[in-house]
């Protein structure tokens, strides 16, 4: 529950800055503005209210009355909704658009009853004299359908005030939400208040992968959940406004273009900021979602920039401390989809110069030479390096937020990241440098090893030397037959030779032995080198150890992997820069 108080809390912070609907109200996509005269009839065709975005087309986000929860059955809402309730319409079949319009009308008959009203009267005539059959005879807009529909009053048109914002509507809505509030009282688990309890809590929208009707975090749907005499939201009691401030909250932060909400692998993540600075709460935002990989450009503050391009050169937490926002308290909470439910894969909640030195001390284990092109490679760009065909959908379910919680809790790295990374290494055979840094990564966390940063031809752990081999072997076959051949060593034998080596290194042994051969008719100086570079590695071969074990597990694959990367980026960087081995060919 900690997570719901502090998205409570987060609420009642921008509604006291007018951020976010007051209580009752709800931040909903519109499609459709109908405007009505005084009797109730429809002035000229319904209002397009979408904006175009591309070929898309999005709705316009209006504050109307909190939608009725549709777990299951028909249930209206208050003098707006869907073509099918308003309407009778619908783009699918018919069947079900006559029972919604049918309740639709009745609950307001009983809703509106007595109201003197102008806006009101005008809805509730324009109820009593539509037939759905009108849709089609007045030619109204086929896309129209299925969209959320609002009404305002011709004579209302100047100020722009919709009927549901009618000073009289707004009264009647209190009055109709204080009569719901009759539930059974008890202490609520968010605020510590009694009150009256949510027996269903308010959809939350925006989940990747979730439905699009929404799911809930805190729900009981079956008879199983019955016990003790209490129903649905009676098994984890929250007040009906502890409901509200959470969702509403949580609607806003994973709301498009919110700035608030990044999506890493499948799970969704939120993140916000209290701080006694406004500014200082912003800037810590917009420093941890450049660290998740957001544009830079949607970074205004200056001392961000500044900030976030020290941290990607490497600077340290203490010498970017005089930078950071200070006194910021730091929420991230992660979710994903389950049905109609939402799983929270973790929550966090801490200073936020704790984990901004969490995060760089995850900058550190990654750091590598020669370094990827991007500095510090956002999550999503790692997390597709572990995924078939480096497809965001293949990536592992779980991985994306487990990771992301060991990052920011400093935690050990999921294992599933170490063998998710071998196995691609294994199958498509291209050791680059993001997968290389990721290794590294588990290796000096998971396993707490001195790992090389760059090439050390000191260190004589069996799989790092046993990839810098395979490298060796791989340039005197190119040194040999030229970089045009169809299939180097690396594309066939790179997957047994991390995972079992004694299969295939006496093959490439026997093999490089030929390669040379032919290498000292061309290039004889070359050939020295090479040799002497194999020969140094098999003298760092432990004494009366088989060189080549018959499998390697896969902290020693990884190294390979380390290996292999150092030693033939190695031979790149001593070519571009002139050295004896340039001389010698």
């Given at each position: 529950m900690s997570a719901l108080a502090a998205l409570a809390r987060a609420y009642e912070r921008m509604a006291a800055r007018g951020e976010v609907p007051a209580f009752g109200y709800s931040l909903q996509k519109i499609g459709f503005l109908i405007r009505l005269n005084a009797d109730g009839s429809v002035v000229g065709t319904p209002t397009d209210l979408r904006s175009s975005e591309g070929k898309r087309r999005i709705p316009l986000s209006a504050i109307v009355p909190r939608p009725a929860k549709r777990t299951f059955g028909i249930a209206p809402n208050f003098l707006w909704d869907k073509s099918a309730y308003v309407l009778g319409v619908t783009a699918g079949k018919g069947k079900l658009?006559?029972?919604?319009?049918?309740?639709?009308?009745?609950?307001?008959?009983?809703?509106?009853?007595?109201?003197?009203?102008?806006?009101?009267?005008?809805?509730?005539?324009f109820l009593e004299a539509w037939v759905p059959e009108r849709f089609a005879m007045w030619h109204w807009p086929e896309d129209m359908k299925d969209k959320n529909v609002i009404f305002a009053l011709e004579s209302d048109r100047p100020d722009n005030v919709y009927i549901h914002d009618r000073p009289a509507a707004r009264e009647l809505w209190s009055k109709l939400c204080a009569e719901s509030d009759k539930n059974a009282k008890a202490i609520c688990l968010v605020s510590g208040q009694r009150a009256p309890l949510a027996?269903?809590?308010?959809?939350?929208?925006?989940?990747?992968g979730a439905q699009s009707s929404g799911g809930s975090i805190v729900s009981f749907n079956l008879d199983a959940f019955h016990s003790y005499g209490r129903k649905q939201g009676d098994n984890a009691p929250v007040s009906e406004t502890a409901a509200f401030a959470y969702t509403t909250a949580l609607n806003h932060f994973l709301e498009r273009n919110s700035g608030h909400c990044i999506q890493i692998g499948d799970t969704s993540t939120v993140f916000w900021a209290n701080a006694g600075d406004p500014n200082a709460a912003e800037a810590a935002e917009d420093l941890f979602a450049s660290f998740l990989g957001t544009n830079d450009e949607k970074i205004g503050n200056r001392?961000?920039?500044?900030?976030?391009?020290?941290?990607?050169?490497?600077?340290?937490?203490?010498?970017?401390?005089?930078?950071?926002?200070?006194?910021?308290?730091?929420?991230?909470?992660?979710?994903?989809?389950?049905?109609?439910?939402?799983?929270?894969?973790f929550y966090l909640e801490d200073d936020f110069g704790v984990i901004t030195r969490r995060y760089l001390e995850h900058v550190e284990r990654l750091r590598i030479v020669p370094p990827p092109r991007?500095?510090?490679?956002s999550m999503w760009r790692m997390l597709v390096e572990t995924a078939v065909l480096r497809k965001s959908e293949n990536i592992q379910p779980n991985l994306a937020g487990e990771w992301l919680r060991a990052i920011l809790c400093g935690t050990p790295y999921p294992r599933t990241l170490l063998s998710a990374i071998i196995m691609r290494l294994r199958a498509d055979h291209d050791v680059n440098a993001l997968r290389v840094a990721m290794l590294k990564s588990l290796l000096v966390r998971n396993f707490?090893?001195?790992?090389?940063?760059?090439?050390?031809?000191?260190?004589?752990?069996?799989?790092y030397l046993l990839g810098r081999l395979f490298a060796l072997y791989e340039q005197a076959q190119t040194a040999a037959l030229g970089r045009d051949v169809s299939a180097t060593i690396k594309d066939k034998y790179y997957g047994s030779a991390s995972?079992?080596?004694?299969?295939?290194?006496?093959?490439?042994?026997?093999?490089?032995?030929?390669?040379?051969?032919?290498?000292?008719?061309?290039?004889?100086?070359?050939?020295?080198?090479?040799?002497?570079?194999?020969?140094?590695?098999?003298?760092?071969?432990e004494p009366g150890k088989d060189p080549f074990p018959a499998s390697l597990p896969d902290k020693s694959q990884a190294l390979f992997g380390l290996g292999y990367y150092h030693e033939r980026n190695e031979v790149f960087r001593k070519a571009e820069a002139t050295t004896p081995l340039d001389a010698a060919t």
């Open positions: 658009a006559a029972i919604a319009h049918k309740a639709f009308v009745k609950r307001h008959r009983g809703w509106l009853l007595g109201a003197n009203d102008e806006g009101l009267v005008a809805f509730l005539r027996r269903l809590h308010p959809a939350i929208k925006g989940v990747w001392g961000v920039k500044e900030a976030l391009q020290k941290i990607r050169g490497g600077r340290t937490v203490a010498e970017i401390g005089a930078d950071l926002p200070a006194g910021v308290r730091f929420f991230i909470l992660g979710l994903a989809p389950n049905v109609a439910r939402l799983s929270i894969r991007e500095a510090t490679p707490d090893m001195e790992v090389p940063v760059a090439l050390d031809p000191h260190c004589n752990d069996q799989g995972a079992q080596p004694r299969r295939v290194f006496h093959l490439l042994e026997s093999g490089s032995v030929n390669h040379l051969s032919k290498v000292g008719k061309q290039k004889p100086g070359l050939k020295v080198v090479l040799e002497k570079k194999i020969a140094a590695i098999m003298e760092l071969m």
